[in-house]
């Protein structure tokens, strides 16, 4: 065993030793779409008197972080995004209306004099409070009162909580401890009111929160006259219920909010959804990796073996990677081990190919010296289309948001540990392999001394593809026209994310006509609500923006309807941030499609790079089209799809083109037509062996994925069939045309002999 074999063994032992023990160890963050639960994201926004800028926001989620421990979740998360954005994830809590209402209120106490009944005049006048001494505003009973200013708020309180006590009748009431000079306070404003008489509204002492009063209870007749309520508590009484003391005490305890926050976004997944999801996707994973190793243990036998036996290293170290990192994995993050998964099985099948050709051109020097050849020369068309995903990734991660930054972290996380996989790993086991005398004595037996069906089928037929390569790019416009004709005429079915609006699902006991739901959400103030249904007994109500009031309206009538209904989704979107997403995905895209391209030139030509985005852009727009014409949403979960079949578009391009840069390379007077031709039925068995393994992992995802993940799956089917085809028929054609329009002398120029000529005639 040579030095660079231990030390590569090494190195891969010590990698799954570390990622065995983080993955028994470290669990890994599920995303609330997988585990259930609900996620609301809150904007900070100016007010009159405050600035919504980075250190408001900091202090808006302290405040908050109290209100979340209070409400008492298990292993709640908040966090800030960004100057001005901070994300509240409650796993467990199903309805979000008590926790969005908790959190959203800016919760501004404050504790004033009432200076009496307030006349016609007054009422029709409600100044703000900080724009005057005085203010009106409608008691609890509803009679409008003067209430001079504020003599203590919020911040002078300490803590609050509610309590009952059934002895004195007063049934529920919050208790209030205040701090530092807010018992004082306390006791001058109850003291001075304690000094008018017996039913005088002047009496009483109005507590405002956030311009409403709750109470306006009358000091007690045992109160002295000036002396007030000393000792820094007191009790707050207003007829409540034991949840609307609760979350009295709730608000006051947490504290005011130093700017006003807005809702932009708010999702809830149910338990079951969440479980559900974990457990399709992971059959679909199991089986359609077992699948995949199957096939390829029976086009590369032995080999074949240990590249499945790397496959599951993989796993093992993309979890390892995901627990160790924090990162969050979500639905539309498992598109980003799917491509790397087959960028993993893809890297395998680059090296076997190419230990197959070296073989079979020089057999005398053996099975070692043909798989360290094929490493060596699938090296270059490895890295290249791993590097680039990884640019695709990194700029994912940076310029997008939300799921689609979720599956950069994923995508960059898989395609490191998948080249990890394939040129470490699977060259450790696949040397020791060809080392053995047993195995060298039966060549045959390792894959790589058989050059294949589908390599003999085209040494037989030698068919010239690029000799009607004009046919192959007319059917390629006609394939786009067709596909962005769809996108004209039935248009683009947004999803919430990138429009805004709330999009609610119900299981229901029963199905229920969607018609006959129209008319009941009509009937119940809601006319433009789209709904849909399936045969299954899942409902889908999309509407514009719903408060959490309305949403519970909604709740309602499906559930009158269908006599059972289980809300197993709610999303709501903010129509700024669904802008915001739009525009960041659509920059995130556009800048990926361009430094891919500036890579591909600068490693390439800059013919190549042009080809290969445009096959890209190709795929893309096929791809949007066939949804726009089967009339799917586009949303965060098809955008993660739309990516991952860019992916494979750019690996299955520099495949081809780092094959025709190798035969230039040696070969300065072959035609480039006859080249590219050659590069192409050189790599159409690796093409196909991973289009193939691709396809079992698809499949599984679409047969066993469930709903969430079927539009996902097929999307990938139907990229995989285009992007194929493309990197053959698009790509390379349209390389060919660019490069005999690079390399041709201008039209108008002539021969200097001719334009001799041309002057003596």
């Known amino acids: 065993m040579t030095r660079a074999i231990r030390v590569r063994a090494f190195f891969a032992l010590a990698v799954l030793a570390l990622s065995l023990y983080l993955t028994l160890t470290v669990p890994v963050r599920l995303g609330l779409d997988l585990r259930g639960g609900t996620q609301i994201v809150l904007e900070t926004r100016d007010s009159p008197t405050a600035k919504a800028d980075s250190e408001a926001t900091d202090r808006t989620l302290e405040v908050l972080r109290h209100r979340i421990d209070a409400l008492g979740v298990a292993e709640p998360s908040i966090a800030r995004s960004g100057e001005n954005r901070i994300i509240v994830e409650l796993p467990g809590i199903q309805d979000p209306r008590e926790a969005a209402d908790v959190l959203g209120r800016t919760a501004q106490l404050a504790f004033h004099p009432v200076l009496g009944i307030a006349d016609a005049d007054e009422t029709s006048r409600k100044p703000l409070p900080k724009q005057s001494a005085e203010l009106v505003l409608p008691d609890e009973s509803g009679q409008s009162v003067r209430l001079g200013p504020s ?330 026209v067709l596909a962005t004709s769809g996108i004209a005429l039935r248009g683009l079915d947004f999803g919430v994310e990138f429009t805004g609006g709330r999009l609610m699902e119900y299981s229901t006991s029963t199905p229920v006509d969607a018609d006959r739901a129209r008319d009941a959400l009509a009937d119940a103030g809601l006319p433009r609500a789209v709904v849909q249904t399936s045969g299954d007994g899942d409902l889908s109500v999309r509407t514009d923006q719903l408060s959490n009031a309305e949403a519970a309206k909604v709740d309602r009538t499906i ?74 949403p586009i949303d965060g979960v098809f955008l993660a799809a739309l990516l991952t079949v860019i992916g494979y578009s750019v690996n299955d391009s520099v495949v081809v083109f780092d094959r025709i840069r190798e035969l230039s390379a040696g070969d300065r007077k072959t035609p480039f037509s006859r080249l590219a031709n050659t590069a192409i039925l050189q790599t159409l068995p690796r093409t196909v062996n991973t289009g193939m393994g691709a396809v079992f992992i698809l499949s599984a995802l679409t047969l066993l994925g469930g709903d969430s993940l079927t539009d996902f799956a097929l999307a990938l089917l139907i990229g995989i069939v285009v992007g194929t085809y493309s990197s053959m028929f698009t790509a390379a054609p349209l390389a060919i045309e660019l490069q005999a329009r690079s390399t041709a002398p201008p039209p108008d120029v002539k021969p200097r002999s001719a334009q001799r000529g041309a002057a003596a005639i």
């Open 151 to 480: 003599a203590l708020t919020g911040a002078d309180v300490e803590s609050a909580e509610a309590r009952i006590d059934q002895q004195s009748g007063v049934g529920w009431y919050v208790g209030v401890n205040f701090k530092g000079a807010g018992g004082d306070a306390w006791a001058r404003l109850t003291g001075e009111a304690a000094c008018r008489p017996a039913g005088d509204p002047a009496r009483r002492v109005a507590i405002v929160l956030d311009d409403k009063v709750i109470s306006s209870p009358q000091v007690n007749s045992s109160v002295a006259c000036r002396t007030g309520i000393a000792g820094g508590s007191t009790q707050i009484t207003g007829s409540f219920s034991r949840d609307e003391a609760r979350e009295l005490g709730l608000l006051i305890n947490g504290g005011a909010l130093p700017v006003p926050v807005e809702t932009v976004e708010q999702r809830t997944v149910g338990p079951t959804l969440g479980a559900s999801a974990i457990e399709a996707s992971a059959r679909a994973a199991v089986i359609g990796t077992a699948l995949t190793s199957l096939f390829i243990i029976a086009v590369y036998r032995l080999l074949g073996a240990l590249a499945a036996v790397a496959l599951a290293c993989y796993g093992v170290i993309s979890y390892a990677a995901l627990a160790a990192l924090g990162a969050t994995l979500t639905l539309p993050g498992l598109a980003g081990f799917v491509l790397a998964i087959g960028m993993a099985v893809d890297a395998n099948v680059l090296v076997f190919e190419r230990a197959r050709e070296e073989y079979a051109a020089r057999q005398s020097k053996g099975l070692r010296a043909a798989l360290t050849a094929g490493f060596r020369n699938a090296f270059s068309a490895i890295a290249d289309s791993n590097i680039t995903t990884l640019i695709a990734a990194g700029l994912l991660f940076f310029l997008a948001s939300g799921p689609v930054r979720g599956f950069g972290v994923t995508l960059g996380i898989g395609v490191l540990a998948s080249m990890l996989s394939a040129l470490v790993i699977t060259r450790v086991l696949a040397d020791y392999a060809v080392a053995r005398r047993s195995v060298r004595r039966r060549p045959r037996l390792t894959g790589i001394a058989d050059t294949g069906k589908v390599r003999d089928w085209l040494v037989r037929r030698n068919p010239d593809l690029m000799r009607r390569r004009r046919t192959w790019l007319a059917a390629s416009a006609a394939a786009l």
């Open 559 to 632: 559930g009158d309807l269908a006599g059972s209904a289980d809300k197993i989704r709610d999303e709501l979107i903010g129509p700024s941030l669904g802008d915001e997403l739009r525009r960041g995905a659509l920059i995130a895209l556009a800048s990926a499609l361009a430094a891919q391209l500036l890579y591909l030139a600068v490693r390439f030509r800059w013919t190549f790079g042009t080809s290969a985005v445009a096959a890209m852009a190709h795929d893309a727009l096929i791809l949007v089209g066939v949804f726009a014409w089967l009339g799917k």
